[in-house]
């Protein structure tokens, strides 16, 4: 009888630890039991394959049960680049929240941002040990991963070449899937290469001598790094799944300043990238407070943002967008609400 019952009662806890998830928190089986009109599906695009730390974000809402608390069943795609043109499709084709830019916006998608990821850019601009400034490049090979030319790469490697009066044709460009950006540079392939903090530790640990030339922050620090968007007809058709799709992602950032020992272990699975360098970006990228804490749009930085894509030539001039049709303010005025209001952590607030 005392066997019987043992064995019943670690079957009790197994299945109770198996609806509520990790840490206790809700699962999609509490998700279900506890939403009356089931759980809604939304797709997440995630800018990068594999995504870098700043963008695991919904990762670690998913993982967290943040999703399931609002009643969301996310499915969470990656693509290769914010800028390309899958992923403009996807927001277009409507029921998709993704990375969501101004240029986009000029050349006729329709839809707005709703939510900032991160406000700021977070990547620095790495070279090989024997450049020593940006007029150094000239001639050099340097990365235009995810999305060739236009793409993310190529467009700060061009602000970095501008310092040095040099331009584009000044240096040879090298088109690759996202994931050949470190071993490029590790390898000598590449001198010169945007990368994120986590791959910067990695670089110079592989490859002794590997600096940064520049953060790009300081290079452009009124730039918009990762705003995130959908489309008019999915923000209009449903706006209580948009509020509540970015109460869960606000919340999981919070969580991310608040519990490093819960959010490393999944940001080191959602990016494949070792401990030692996800923690690293971790520490650099909370710092800095470059996760938002509210998901806060400022529209000086929205329009010098497009005042310098108007100036590089990706907005024609007559296509100046008003900020209200860049950014859709209320869907996250509604979720803070859902939240408890704007909080500040660690003197972050944006």
Not at 152 to 161: S, Y
Not at 230 to 241: E, G, N, R
Request: with cysteine; charged share 20%; hydrophobic share 40%.
């Amino acid at each position: 009888m005392f066997k019987r019952s043992a064995i019943i009662v670690s079957l009790l806890f197994v299945l109770t630890a198996a609806i509520a998830g990790p840490g206790g928190t809700p699962s999609l089986a509490q998700a279900q039991q506890s939403c009356p009109g089931g759980l809604r599906k939304v797709t997440i695009g995630i800018s990068v394959a594999p995504p870098n730390v700043i963008h695991t974000a919904p990762y670690v809402a998913k993982a967290l049960g943040l999703f399931a608390k609002h009643c969301i069943d996310p499915n969470i795609v990656e693509f290769e680049g914010g800028a390309t043109g899958t992923i403009v499709a996807a927001i277009s084709q409507g029921g998709t929240v993704a990375n969501l830019t101004d240029v986009a916006i000029a050349h006729g998608l329709k839809a707005r941002e709703v939510w900032m990821l991160a406000p700021k850019l977070v990547q620095f601009y790495a070279v090989s040990p024997d450049i020593k400034s940006a007029a150094d490049l000239k001639g050099k090979r340097l990365s235009a991963a995810g999305g060739g030319v236009g793409g993310l790469q190529w467009l700060m490697a061009r602000e970095v070449l501008k310092t040095a009066n040099l331009s584009v044709n000044d240096v040879q460009f090298i088109s690759q899937g996202t994931a050949g950006r470190l071993p490029g540079l590790v390898a000598g392939q590449l001198e010169g290469v945007m990368l994120h903090p986590e791959d910067f530790y990695l670089a110079q640990k592989q490859r002794p001598g590997v600096h940064a030339l520049v953060t790009l922050d300081k290079l452009l620090p009124k730039e918009v790094f990762t705003a995130y968007g959908a489309s008019d007809d999915t923000i209009s058709k449903d706006p209580t799944l948009i509020r509540d799709t970015i109460a869960a992602l606000i919340e999981a950032n919070r969580e991310i300043y608040r519990q490093k020992d819960k959010v490393i272990p999944i940001m080191v699975q959602a990016s494949g990238k070792p401990r030692d360098a996800v923690e690293f970006a971790y520490d650099y990228e909370t710092k800095n407070c470059m996760w938002s804490v509210n998901g806060s749009f400022d529209q000086s930085r929205a329009m010098w943002t497009q005042d310098d894509d108007i100036a590089n030539g990706y907005i024609d001039k007559d296509k100046r967008l008003p900020y209200n049709q860049i950014v859709d303010a209320k869907p996250l005025q509604d979720a803070l609400k859902l939240v408890g209001g704007p909080v500040t952590i660690n003197g972050c607030k944006d």
